[in-house]
């Protein structure tokens, strides 16, 4: 090899490297938090802006999942009282403090997105719905998106490359993109330090307030060892925010289950686009 | 002539360069996405060089396998276009990722602590038949180069091809399949397969044709072929549109209507003429790729913003540098004695098959094919055992289903390195043979890095405002389980302990370290002389974040 080749040699080397480190994370100390008035304040806009209404189909009560490896006792959910829900955003909020949730960014708004896992579709809140057969977790590649034993849908962190597979292939748009590097910006705040973070790049949803159920898990077993843990007496955040007990949260598989207790005089609703995805939360309408 | 092209492909590189680097630095905000749109133009871009690579190999190798063999120079020009358009392909899947390091996750095999990818994912697929595919397109290149010079390699182009055949259509089949799988219902289509296939092969004949025109000679055949798809494709477009209604007027006119411009003479005895029907079919294509991928309500093109546009000029530079350059430097290789420069050679394809087939292998060659195909089935069986049966993350076990994609790229695979290592290794030098070595020592370090998996670590840039912590579970157990006998702060219960003998040792961030955490773990759940075992009462996990607890505790004490 001669030195021209060498010096040319050398600086491909260099080039990529200089490519390489524009992905370096930034230096954070002394980024700003938001303020809280903040977050109530984009809610208010995203409240301003709701999506259309879902076509509902009616379904019935969800039962155990049908995947090898589920759990026989547990399966967690939701069900949304459209009679009752006013669409007063308070879920929304909760929801962000309790997980984190940073603001959006102005071309972020712009562009019609907001990071909130809860949205309002038509005056009615909308999560993900954790289907038990979600076609989002087929399409992650590396399996960052998979399912829990007991029903939940989560999202492991580290593992998401960020291909965006999977909020392309969710039916409802329940899963939002780290667009933008939210602390960096100053716009996440840390209200709970049991969840952590997210970066650049990641991708993220409901979590059917997964932290909750494993400290509650945790404390049973610690308090009432023997015990078999159903989840009971707990609630997520947006449904213990709400005012008028519109979201139940509660156990599929547990007849005591406030949620059975509840669903089973009314009617069962989803979109028609998650319909024979067995989907775990669900909107509840009329009397039965 | 191949100068200027050079340069010209130089400066489109450099217009689009600034776009690529800022879209590595942004991330996917650089390019227009949307509420519904994901991916945006780096997809589209995927699609469509695929989409050309293919044709080159389509050209050579499935023409040759066919026993259709064009001039030298036509297939070498076009597997030329297939590495290259490959290479351009494999950067924007790269770019589009959020977290472009943590591709590596997508390699579908097990890491140290049973993390599998997910064998589901057409992602997946696509990954590795796209690297198989570029692999064996390498070596077929390669193989063919070389054959003039050393006419040993002879009898290897013709199974290479029957490899390299199949492949292709499998590809491009996986390609289609990442939008056919979806639920997105402008994707969702049992013919996208054959549509993806066809578009494929049209804008690469499209390509090829621009490619011969800078040759200056033409080959009917190819023109004839992509006036035939022209009709194919106009026929999916209709289909599209009664099936969904959707449907685009720059599309279906610049890529089915102007093509049809070469039923006319003047147009296609020009080379003028010739090239203005490519490139709009080039175009169309391009367009296409772009509105399929960018599902809106509106029409996306629209939207472009300067990234986007300079991410298409960065994908054409690079194309047009990484042809010319190479093109310039096998010259004296790719051109057969009879193809006089600078002249149109007209009919070349008659006149070339003649030439050819002498030196076509006899039927009975195959038969070195024999070992290196069963080499691959038993490979590729044993993968889908493997994968099938091995212990992951995931919850719902993988059918073979799940696997059966990446059967033909993995039996193809070991199959064309079988065939070719032991002659094209004689061949070569001894500058190349080190390069090999070295980059096996790579590959090695580069696996071993892949089981010990990447770091699990929160990075502390992202985790500002406060560290993480689940010491309040660890409190929680600690308070119901430890404190009875160590005490809410770790320092025993002293009038209960007291009965007790020997005295329990005192916790101290000294003596904890050198038990270790994993030793700790064991005592809490085995017990140790008076402590009790608490296996069954707390899992290890808990255990485990007892002992850190503890350390938290005797921390504090200080
Ligand atoms: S609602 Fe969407 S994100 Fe949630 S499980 Fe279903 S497909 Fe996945
Ligand atoms: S269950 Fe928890 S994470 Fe899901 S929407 Fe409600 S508050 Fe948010």
């Known amino acids: 090899m001669d030195r021209r080749e060498f010096i040319k040699a050398c600086s491909v080397v260099a080039l990529m490297q200089v490519l390489w480190g524009c992905r370096r994370l930034p230096d954070l100390s002394g980024a700003k938090v938001p303020e809280i008035a903040e977050f109530e304040r984009e809610v208010r806009l995203a409240l301003s802006r709701a999506k259309g209404a879902f076509d509902l189909v009616q379904v019935p009560m969800p039962g155990p999942l049908e995947v090898h490896g589920a759990s026989p006792v547990n399966r967690f959910g939701m069900a949304i009282d459209l009679d009752a829900c006013d669409g007063c955003g308070k879920c929304i909020l909760a929801c962000m403090q309790e997980n984190n949730i940073p603001l959006s960014s102005k071309g972020e708004r712009d562009a019609g997105r907001f990071m909130h896992w809860i949205e309002m579709h038509g005056g009615a809140p909308a999560m993900c719905f954790h289907c038990g057969n979600a076609p989002c977790e087929k399409v992650c590649p590396t399996g960052a998106a998979s399912h829990t034993p007991d029903g939940l849908s989560t999202m492991m962190y580290k593992r998401c490359t960020g291909s965006r597979f999977c909020g392309a292939n969710c039916p409802v748009g329940a899963r939002k993109f780290n667009y933008v590097d939210s602390v960096k910006e100053g716009l996440a705040r840390k209200f709970n330090p049991e969840v952590p973070l997210r970066s650049k790049g990641v991708m993220e949803k409901c979590s059917l307030c997964l932290q909750r159920l494993q400290d509650h898990k945790h404390a049973q077993m610690a308090t009432r060892p023997g015990v078999e843990w159903r989840g009971s007496g707990l609630k997520t955040a947006c449904s213990e925010a709400c005012p008028k007990n519109a979201i139940i949260f509660g156990n599929w598989l547990d007849q005591d289950s406030p949620l059975v207790q509840e669903a089973k005089h009314r009617n069962l609703y989803v979109p028609r686009e998650i319909a024979n995805l067995d989907p775990s939360v669900v909107y509840m309408r009329g009397r039965r | ?558």
């Open chain 2, 1 to 558: 002539m191949y100068r200027i092209l050079v340069y010209i492909g130089a400066a489109l590189l450099l217009l689009g360069a600034f776009a690529f680097g800022v879209s590595l630095w942004e991330g996917p905000t650089a390019w227009h996405t949307d509420v519904r749109t994901f991916w945006g133009i780096p997809i589209s871009l995927f699609v469509l060089w695929i989409g050309l690579a293919h044709a080159g190999t389509l050209i050579s190798a499935i023409f040759l396998a066919l026993g259709y063999p064009l001039g030298r120079r036509t297939s070498m020009v076009a597997e030329l276009s297939t590495l290259c358009s490959l290479a351009v392909a494999a950067l924007f899947p790269l770019v589009h990722l959020g977290i472009i390091e943590n591709f590596y996750m997508v390699v579908p095999f097990l890491d140290a602590r049973g993390n599998f990818s997910n064998l589901r994912s057409p992602l997946v697929w696509d990954f590795c038949c796209i690297s198989v595919y570029g692999l064996v397109s390498l070596l077929f290149f390669a193989t063919h180069l070389f054959s003039e010079k050393f006419p040993d390699l002879k009898k290897l182009i013709r199974p290479m091809a029957w490899l390299l055949f199949p492949l292709v259509l499998w590809v491009h089949t996986i390609v289609s399949l990442d939008f056919a799988v979806t639920f997105v219902p402008q994707w969702r289509g049992a013919f996208f397969p054959l549509y993806f296939i066809a578009g494929a092969i049209y804008s690469g004949l499209a390509l090829v044709i621009i490619l011969l025109t800078a040759e200056h000679c033409r080959v009917r055949v190819l023109e004839k072929l992509m006036l035939g798809l022209s009709w194919f494709m106009a026929f999916f477009w209709l289909w599209e549109f009664l099936l969904k209604g959707s449907f685009s007027f720059e599309v279906v006119f610049l890529g089915a209507v102007v093509p049809q411009l070469m039923w006319l003479r003047v147009i296609r005895e020009n080379a003028f003429g010739r090239l203005l029907v490519a490139f709009s079919v080039l175009v169309s294509l391009g367009l296409e790729r772009y509105i399929l991928v960018t599902p809106s309500e509106y029409n996306a093109a629209e939207y472009f913003s300067w990234t986007d546009l300079g991410l298409v000029s960065f994908s054409l530079g690079l194309f047009t540098t990484l042809f010319f350059v190479f093109r310039a430097k096998f010259s004296s290789l790719l051109e057969g004695e009879d193809v006089v420069m600078g002249e149109i050679v007209l009919q070349q394809d008659e006149s070339d098959k003649e030439s050819e087939k002498v030196s076509l292998p006899e039927k009975n060659d195959f038969s070195i094919l024999r070992l290196p195909l069963l080499l691959g089935v038993l490979v590729t069986l044993l993968y889908v055992v493997w994968a099938i049966s091995v212990e992951n993350t995931n919850l719902a076990p993988l059918s073979v289903v799940n696997v059966v994609p990446l059967c033909l790229p993995l039996l193809v695979l070991v199959a064309s390195f079988t065939l070719c290592a032991r002659p094209l290794w004689g061949i070569s030098g001894k500058r190349v043979k080190v390069v090999c070595a070295v980059l096996a020592g790579i590959l090695g370090c580069l696996a071993g890095a892949f089981w010990a998996g990447g770091s699990s670590d929160v990075p502390s840039g992202a985790v500002s405002v406060q560290e993480i912590d689940s010491t309040k579970t660890a409190e929680f157990i600690w308070s119901s389980r430890c404190a009875g006998c160590h005490g809410q702060d770790g320092k025993f219960n002293e009038k209960f302990v007291r009965e007790f003998y020997p005295l329990p040792q005192k916790l101290t961030p000294v003596r904890l370290d050198t038990l270790g955490e994993d030793s700790l773990v064991k005592v809490i759940l085995d017990g140790r002389v008076n402590m009790n075992p608490y296996r069954g009462r707390v899992s290890e996990d808990e255990a485990r974040g007892l002992v850190r607890y503890m350390r938290h505790l005797a921390g504090e004490g200080e």
